[in-house]
């Protein structure tokens, strides 16, 4: 497994625990918002300090134990790993909670750690509305090759799947939201609230327009907090509790 970085300690990325959280290496996806960039491009991490090994890893998890709760996995993506499941097992049997951050584009391998019960959280990303999917994960920037997204309009039919997934797997999990204007507008949010209708939560997270993949973004101004909170209340039509982000 390749990591690209450790969080020693987090209270705010696994709600409700004291966490640590594991960057892995690569993504399927090239959304020009992204400020993981350096974990993003395989290339790109390799020249970047804050890769540590997996033995290292695991040594800092036994250091670990009885002080944290869990760990979170994030990326990148970590479901385009083929030894994602093999990873967490190796976690589990150290006895933490697991958290799970996923941008939905595997549902093979979702479903897979679900049924294996190796995930106690599971936050996903939902990038925009239907109808913006294909441009909010970066076809214009960095054309999807990968086997586990293939073109765009499968992708979007297996994050749909995922969003299913998620809402009916008994874990407890949320879904996210970056509002980044221009790709997430009033009528965007309308139709997410529509697609997610009846799920347990959702966060809208605050647009940075700092160090992001996509140069370009660097130039769009973040909404107004008014605004998100508009947002907040379109949303809370439809899903059953509602968190606004910095």
């Given at each position: 497994?390749?990591?690209?970085?450790?969080?020693?300690?987090?209270?705010?990325d696994?709600?409700?625990k004291?966490?640590?959280?594991?960057?892995?290496?690569?993504?399927?996806f090239?959304?020009?918002?992204?400020?993981?960039?350096?974990i993003?491009?395989?290339?790109?991490?390799?020249r970047?300090?804050?890769?540590?090994?997996e033995?290292?890893?695991?040594?800092?998890?036994?250091?670990?134990?009885?002080?944290?709760?869990?760990?979170?996995i994030t990326?990148?993506?970590p479901?385009?790993?083929?030894d994602?499941?093999d990873?967490i097992?190796?976690?589990k049997v150290k006895?933490?909670?697991?958290?799970?951050d996923?941008?939905?584009s595997?549902?093979?391998?979702?479903e897979?750690?679900?049924?294996e019960?190796?995930l106690?959280f599971i936050?996903?990303?939902v990038?925009?509305s239907?109808?913006?999917?294909?441009?909010?994960?970066?076809?214009?920037i960095?054309?999807?090759?990968?086997r586990e997204?293939?073109?765009?309009?499968?992708?979007?039919n297996?994050v749909?799947?995922s969003?299913?997934?998620?809402?009916n797997?008994?874990i407890?999990?949320?879904?996210r939201?970056?509002?980044?204007p221009?790709?997430?507008?009033?009528?965007?949010?309308?139709?997410i609230?529509?697609?997610l209708?009846?799920?347990?939560?959702?966060?809208?997270?605050q647009?940075?327009?700092k160090?992001?993949?996509d140069?370009e973004?660097?130039?769009?101004?973040?909404?107004?907090?008014?605004?998100?909170?508009?947002?907040?209340?379109?949303?809370?039509k439809?899903?059953?509790?509602?968190?606004?982000?910095?």
């Amino acid at each position: 497994m390749k990591i690209g970085g450790l969080q020693k300690l987090t209270l705010v990325d696994y709600p409700g625990k004291v966490a640590a959280t594991v960057f892995l290496i690569g993504c399927n996806f090239r959304c020009g918002f992204c400020q993981n960039l350096d974990i993003v491009d395989p290339e790109r991490a390799e020249r970047v300090e804050g890769q540590i090994s997996e033995s290292d890893f695991f040594k800092f998890l036994d250091s670990k134990i009885g002080l944290i709760d869990g760990i979170c996995i994030t990326g990148g993506e970590p479901t385009i790993n083929a030894d994602l499941e093999d990873f967490i097992k190796k976690i589990k049997v150290k006895e933490f909670l697991i958290k799970l951050d996923s941008n939905g584009s595997n549902p093979e391998m979702l479903e897979r750690l679900i049924r294996e019960k190796l995930l106690d959280f599971i936050a996903m990303d939902v990038k925009t509305s239907p109808e913006k999917y294909k441009e909010a994960i970066g076809e214009k920037i960095h054309p999807i090759k990968s086997r586990e997204a293939g073109s765009p309009e499968a992708t979007f039919n297996r994050v749909k799947q995922s969003v299913d997934l998620i809402k009916n797997s008994g874990i407890d999990y949320e879904f996210r939201t970056t509002v980044v204007p221009g790709l997430v507008e009033k009528d965007d949010i309308e139709k997410i609230g529509q697609w997610l209708q009846g799920a347990k939560k959702i966060a809208l997270q605050q647009f940075q327009n700092k160090k992001v993949l996509d140069k370009e973004f660097e130039k769009v101004l973040p909404y107004p907090d008014e605004t998100l909170k508009k947002f907040k209340k379109i949303l809370e039509k439809y899903i059953e509790r509602v968190e606004l982000r910095a």
